[in-house]
């Protein structure tokens, strides 16, 4: 087990090295018991770090081998070649320098099956379910949705999204199980801070048989403090983003503090520099329904600025959603080029397949669908703000009590795409992400500028919107109404045929005149 | 009638001279046609809002699945038999490249609008068909023509325009051709196909079988109605109208053994007749091979979508239907396994409308009046489907012209423009509400929509009471 705990704070705000206090190490194994709340005197390897409070966003980031894991989540790893949970939070956050990549806030899950029995298992479902309470999934083959996999060889197989995943569940599962001992209260209260970040990644896959868990908090005034857990290599950094000269401008710089908790009496200082396939765009974005949002909802887009991040390469502005199946795009809609540019918008990249036109939120069994749109800016040469809006369709709603049922929708990831210089090695970033859904769909090197989100209205990423149903509570009279209306209406229509039967019968009346004729000239 | 004033001699006007001869009726239905399609052709370059129906979107994508060779059931949403999409194929086609590039947009935009010229011109062949139906009379034109001739000598001495004395008859061309107007210069129909929708081509398809029943061309009926059921299904409630109308006097002129009394197997027997046979041999060998020849080109897709679709599906979105409102609260009570109900309503919704349109209707009326049973038999079918849209109305309104000379409410002017009134007020309600709905978000399903779902189908029902009541005279 190993774990990195990283503060990141601005460029320019960097802390004095003394001001670290480092307990146990090598050097002071002695005094290292000395004032620990510690119960368990026999973890000798206990050590920690102290510092001032700082302004700063904080990455934990625990890596974890197959075999030291719970013998049922190996069971259930074993069925996966890859298995990625992002999880983000519906709270805005300001990300800062490296932590930039950004999803659509929500429960996000990617996911390749080690074969090919593993997608139609029940297995994964149970055990999402199992840790993380209320997933809505069955297995995978009829719940996710299956990502192209033709494009680019890197993006997983099935892709799953569910916007609100309550986490206490696995929070408890985390402290349950992870947590080496239900006497470890710095494991415990790590776990419950969980439920404060604003991101948590569970990443896995076959070839590094490893799980790693990694979770952020947002830049916010913080303690620096971190403890080593006995069997773990604890690597504390204190770094903040830097832009020294020589460093390639598709570069970030990174300096600052390192420790290795129980090894190092003293930070050591460090310093090193690395393409990011995730930027900050320096320019932020809100979304908002235009209103009435009838049955047909469009959302609104407002961007702050026109102009490209980099003018090094081509850049296009994009919008990446994952949509509850309440709420739905059409794409035969999106793909006229007279109707995409009144929205300003250039067309639609992507959508997950199938997306059902027709089918109401009831028996829809997939859990929404994915789409990329790629926006059209204002073509001036100076930066403005500007909107793109994003035609969308409801679905009907189970009738309810009242005649109105809310839905949310979470926030789309906006960003520029860029493409890099040739040549340019994105793994050797030590916070690299892949996998968040979008990354796949372009090519292998983009860079991503990002917007930030900021909301609308409410302090939150998730639009709501008043869909109408059916009032359950005016329901009473349907069933006997109808029945009574279509009743009369056919009594009164075979009433009215009777009455043609009863006075000319059925045959034509000239033939009966004729024959009523014959039969009197007969006579 | 007899309230309203004896209607005066019309001058010479415009509207008579617009049908006293085929060209200017026909020219003028056709350039109607040209208007709105050219018109749609500046809206959908120029506006993001389409004149082009959504659904003319998914037959031509269709259609360019089957040009690469692929099946047209490839587009989501094709639920039509794929003789449409192939059909449409020259909408596919392109300029070559010896055209400059504003040529061959020009081009490429006709080829693209070929489907809707297909719809336009068959709108137009059914409005020719029903003035040929009109003008041929629908009974008897052996039997019945000393009768005819007094009749219309009558009907000169009344003035001329006598409405509501020939009954089932022949019609002069002119006046053939002021009612086949109803459908060739109605605005609705005229818009419908030009937009790209289907509906005319049944239209031309219905009409084509009543004119070749009339004119007692057996084998070609059979086909047509082979045909249409296969492109629509609707069409085969025709088949029994069509079977009971064909008795042996009326085929070969002879009154088989009258006032001698049969014995049961001996009705059956004479009712067997030859071209009864040769009708259903020749529509349901054409409707099983169509069938036949599509599942062996695309297999259970075609099946799934073009027929089993329209019994599996929900029909929970908004529509005319009375039975609207009640399939969308229990098909969401159905997603619910708990949620036990007693006899559902909407499982029998199949019985009064094929009763209606399949079996009485036909019963009492195509005998006497073949015309308007197709047309009560097609307005029942309608009003009690379990999904009703506007497009449907298209269904019943070819039969329209054949009806009106003869029915009440152009006999009581008052009562059809209260019908005319009704129909479109009962639409305008419905769609008002479905307006809230759909466009403002209000929750109007319940009471809204469904009593205007009920008030439509009641009116409806009105409406056909009275057609049923002018069939039987």
Excluded at chain 1, 82 to 111: D, K, N, W
Excluded at chain 1, 313 to 331: E, G, N, Q
Excluded at chain 2, 394 to 423: E, H, I, N, Q
Aim: charged share 20%; glycine share 6%.
């Amino acid at each position: 087990m190993r774990e990195r705990i990283t503060f990141i704070q601005k460029q320019g705000d960097s802390i004095e090295p003394t001001t670290l206090k480092i307990k146990g190490g090598d050097a002071e194994k002695d005094g290292a018991e000395e004032g620990s709340d510690v119960e368990n005197d026999m973890d000798v390897d206990e050590a920690d770090l102290n510092g001032p409070e700082i302004q700063a966003a904080r990455e934990d980031r625990l890596t974890i081998a197959i075999d030291e894991l719970p013998t049922d989540l190996q069971a259930l790893l074993g069925t996966a070649h890859e298995l990625h949970i992002r999880y983000v939070s519906s709270q805005p956050y300001e990300a800062i320098t490296p932590l930039l990549a950004r999803l659509p806030p929500g429960f996000h899950l990617f996911y390749t099956p080690a074969r090919e029995a593993d997608a139609t298992s029940p297995a994964l479902c149970l055990a999402l379910n199992k840790v993380f309470g209320n997933v809505q999934c069955e297995n995978p083959q009829e719940s996710f949705a299956t990502l192209p996999r033709d494009r680019f060889s890197h993006s997983a197989a099935y892709q799953y999204y569910q916007q609100s995943v309550d986490f206490s569940p696995f929070i408890e599962y985390a402290k349950e199980r992870l947590c080496s001992s239900s006497k470890d209260q710095s494991c415990a209260s790590r776990a419950d801070r969980l439920a404060e970040a604003s991101t948590l990644d569970i990443s896995y896959d076959a070839i590094s048989h490893a799980v790693k868990l990694t979770a952020t908090w947002p830049y916010q005034k913080q303690e620096v403090h971190a403890t080593s857990r006995p069997q773990t290599r604890t690597e504390v950094g204190v770094l903040n983003s830097d832009r020294p000269g020589h460093v390639e401008p598709h570069e970030l710089a990174i300096s600052g503090l390192l420790t290795v908790l129980g090894q190092d009496k003293k930070p050591s200082a460090t310093m090193f520099a690395f393409a990011s396939r995730h930027r900050d765009a320096e320019s932020s974005f809100s979304a908002e329904f235009l209103e009435p949002t009838g049955l047909h909802p469009t959302l609104k887009l407002n961007l702050k600025s026109s102009k490209p991040p980099t003018e090094d390469a081509h850049c296009s502005p994009h919008a990446y959603f994952t949509l509850p199946k309440t709420i739905f795009a059409d794409r035969h809609q999106l793909s006229d080029d007279l109707f995409l540019a009144s929205k300003n918008l250039t067309g639609l990249r992507y959508i997950s397949q199938p997306v059902d036109l027709e089918a109401p939120e009831y028996v829809e069994k997939r859990w929404g669908s994915s789409l990329l749109l790629e926006l059209s800016p204002p073509e001036h040469e100076k930066s403005e703000s500007w909107t793109a809006q994003v035609p969308l369709h409801l679905r009907y709603l189970s009738p309810a009590e009242g005649g109105y049922t809310d839905i949310e929708v979470p926030y789309p990831a906006v960003f520029w795409a860029c493409t890099a210089e040739e040549g340019t090695k994105f793994p050797n970033n030590p916070f690299e992400k892949v996998n968040l859904g979008y990354d796949g769909l372009f090519g292998p090197r983009t860079v991503f500028w990002h917007f930030e989100p900021r909301p609308a209205t409410d302090n939150s990423l998730i639009n709501t919107i008043k869909v109408p149903v059916l009032d359950t509570n005016k329901a009473e009279w349907v069933s006997g109404g109808t029945g009574l209306a279509v009743l009369l209406g056919f009594a009164w229509i075979v009433w009215k045929l009777f009455g043609v039967l009863s006075k000319s019968g059925y045959q034509n009346q000239p033939a009966q005149a004729a024959e009523a004729a014959k039969i009197k000239k007969k006579q | 009638m007899a309230t309203s004033p004896a209607p005066p001699r019309p001058k010479p006007s415009l509207l008579t001279t617009l049908f006293s001869r085929p060209l200017p009726l026909y020219l003028s239905a056709f350039l109607l046609r040209l208007v709105l399609l050219l018109y749609g052709l500046w809206q959908d370059a120029n506006s993001p809002l389409k004149y082009t129906d959504i659904d003319y979107l998914v037959f031509t994508d269709a259609a360019r699945f089957v040009s690469r060779g692929e099946s047209p059931y490839a587009r989501e949403t094709y639920r039509y038999t794929p003789i449409l999409a192939w059909l449409l194929l020259p909408t596919t086609w392109t300029a070559g490249a010896q055209w400059g590039p504003l040529a061959a947009k020009v081009i490429n935009t006709a080829w693209f609008s070929f489907g809707k010229v297909l719809f336009a011109a068959a709108d137009l062949v059914a409005g020719w068909l029903i003035e040929r139906v009109l003008v041929m009379g629908t009974d008897f034109p052996s039997v019945s023509q000393p009768q005819e001739k007094e009749k219309q000598n009558e009907k000169e001495r009344a003035g001329g325009s006598g409405n509501g004395t020939t009954t089932g008859t022949r019609m002069d061309p002119s006046r053939a051709r002021a009612f086949a107007a109803i459908w060739l210069l109605n605005p609705m129909v005229a818009t419908i196909s030009t937009r790209g929708s289907s509906e005319g081509l049944l239209g031309v398809l219905v009409m084509a079988l009543l004119w070749a029943v009339l004119s007692r061309r057996i084998t070609l009926a059979g086909l047509l109605l082979g045909f249409s059921v296969h492109f629509k299904i609707y069409p085969f409630i025709y088949a029994p109208a069509i079977v009971w109308w064909m008795d042996q006097e009326r085929l070969s002129g002879v009154r088989g053994g009258g006032g001698q009394k049969k014995t049961f197997f001996q009705k059956i027997t004479s009712f067997l007749t030859l071209p009864r046979l040769n009708l259903a041999i020749t529509s349901l060998t054409t409707f099983l091979f169509l069938n036949l020849l599509m599942y062996a080109l695309y297999g259970h897709t075609f099946l799934q979508e073009t027929y089993l679709h329209h019994v599996t599906r929900i029909d929970h979105r908004h529509n005319f239907s009375p039975y609207n409102t009640q399939l969308y609260l229990s098909s969401a009570s159905a997603s619910v396994p708990s949620s036990s109900s007693g006899l559902k309503i909407e499982s029998l919704a199949f019985l009064p409308q094929l009763l209606l349109s399949t079996i009485l209707i036909p019963l009492c009326l195509a005998k006497k009046d073949l015309p308007t049973s197709l047309l009560a038999q097609t307005f029942a079918f309608v009003t009690f489907n379990k999904v009703c849209t506007s497009q449907y109305f298209l269904w019943y309104m070819v039969f329209l012209p054949l009806y009106l000379p003869r029915s009440s409410f152009l006999r009581g002017k008052r009562m059809g423009v209260a019908a005319l009134g009704l129909w479109v007020l009962g639409q305008g309600l419905w769609l008002q509400q479905a307006f809230e709905l759909e466009f403002l978000g209000r929750s109007t399903f319940l009471p809204g929509l469904w009593m205007a779902s009920l008030g439509f189908f009641v009116m409806n029902c009105w409406i056909l009471g009275v057609i049923v009541g002018d069939g039987g005279r």
